[in-house]
C-alpha cells in the first residue's frame, strides 16, 4: 500500500495510533451493509458513499474544481488507496479527514469507499479538520494564518506546538502569523495574488498602514520585484535630509554689486555665489538687440567677432 500523503506526522499523532499500519494490516474490506451494523472501531471497511457526510465545521469551503477531476481519474484508475478517517454519527458517518477523497470519489462514481471509524468529541474534531488543511499546499496564506491563529486561540497551543501539530517550523508560522497584521485590503490582494507573501512580509516594514497601501498599490501598478520594494520601503524608512543652505559671509555687500550692476547694464544680473571665493555673473537680455547693446558696454563689438 502507498504511503499516506499530504497529512504528516502531525494528523497521525493527533488521529491517534498509526491508522497506516491498521490499514495495510487488513488483508481485505469488510462491507457495512446495514447502518445498524457495529463496524470495528480501528479497522478498514467499505462503507456507502450515500452514508457519508462532511463535517459542517470544516474549515475549508472551497476546493478546486481542476484538481478534484484529477483526483477522480486517479480513484477511477487506482481506486482510494488511503482510507477516509470518519466517526459515528447516530445513522451516518462523518467525515474527520478526507473530504477531498469523498468528493472525488463521487465524481467518479464510485458507491463505496474505505473508510476508517474512530471515536472524537467536537474539540478533537476541529483541531483535526484545522491540521489536515494545514498540512495541504494549496490554502492562501492568510487562510493558513488564520487556520493557525484558531489553534493559538481556540485551543490553547503555544506556537512550538502548533508547529509540531503540521510538521512545520516555529518559524514559518510566526511569519504566517504576522500577515494578519496587514490591513484588510492588503490581505485581500495577498489572497487574489496582486502581491506575494514576499512583497507582503516586506510591507510589514512599515508601520503606517497608509504608506503600505501606497506601496502596495505601487507594486502592483510598476509591476515592483520583492527586491525593488526592499529598496523602497528603506527608502521611506531613511529618506534623503534636505540639504543645508550655505550661509555665506557678505550676502549684503553681493547684492549691493548685483543693483549696481543692474543700474549699469539695464537689465537684470545675478550673482550666484558658491562659496566664499568662486561663483558665477549671469547676464539676462530680451532680444538680439538687447545682446549687442550689453556687448557695447562691455567694449565687444558685432563687427570685431564677425571679423574674427
Request: hydrophobic letters at 35%; aromatic letters at 4%.
Amino acid at each position: 500500500m502507498a504511503k499516506i500523503g499530504g497529512l504528516g506526522k502531525g494528523l497521525d499523532s493527533l488521529i491517534g495510533g498509526d491508522f497506516q499500519k491498521e490499514a495495510e494490516m487488513v488483508s481485505g474490506r469488510k462491507k457495512v451493509n446495514d447502518k445498524k451494523d457495529k463496524e470495528p472501531t480501528g479497522q478498514e471497511v467499505l462503507v456507502k458513499l450515500r452514508d457519508i457526510e462532511p463535517n459542517r465545521n470544516q474549515p475549508r469551503k472551497q476546493f478546486e474544481e481542476d484538481s478534484l477531476e484529477e483526483l477522480a481519474d486517479s480513484i477511477k484508475n487506482y481506486g482510494i488507496i488511503q482510507p477516509l478517517i470518519v466517526r459515528r454519527q447516530g445513522d451516518h458517518y462523518e467525515i474527520v479527514a478526507g473530504e477531498r477523497r469523498w468528493r472525488a470519489a463521487k465524481m467518479a462514481g464510485l458507491k463505496e469507499v474505505p473508510v476508517i471509524v474512530k471515536e472524537y468529541d467536537e474539540r478533537q474534531l476541529s483541531e483535526i479538520s484545522l491540521v489536515e488543511n494545514l498540512q495541504r499546499e494549496d490554502l492562501n496564506p492568510i487562510e493558513e494564518a488564520m487556520a493557525y491563529q484558531r489553534l493559538l486561540k481556540e485551543f490553547h497551543l503555544k506556537q512550538e506546538e502548533v508547529a509540531e501539530r503540521v510538521s512545520k517550523s516555529r518559524t514559518v508560522i510566526t511569519n504566517a502569523l504576522r500577515l494578519l497584521r496587514l490591513d484588510e485590503k492588503l490581505q485581500t490582494m495577498l489572497v487574489e495574488g496582486l502581491i506575494t507573501t514576499g512583497h507582503a512580509k516586506v510591507l510589514l516594514g512599515l508601520d503606517d498602514p497608509k504608506q503600505q497601501l501606497l506601496l502596495a498599490e505601487k507594486i502592483v501598478d510598476e509591476q515592483l520585484s520583492v527586491r525593488e520594494t526592499e529598496q523602497a520601503v528603506k527608502q521611506l524608512l531613511t529618506p534623503k535630509a534636505p540639504k543645508e543652505k550655505k550661509i555665506l559671509k557678505n550676502e549684503a555687500l553681493y547684492h549691493t554689486i548685483e543693483d549696481r550692476m543692474k543700474e549699469m547694464i539695464g537689465t537684470k544680473v545675478h550673482i550666484q555665489r558658491k562659496d566664499e571665493n568662486k561663483g558665477k555673473i549671469e547676464i539676462e537680455y530680451y532680444s538680439a538687440d538687447d545682446l549687442e547693446r550689453i556687448m557695447e558696454l562691455m567694449g565687444i563689438y558685432k563687427d570685431h567677432i564677425t571679423n574674427g
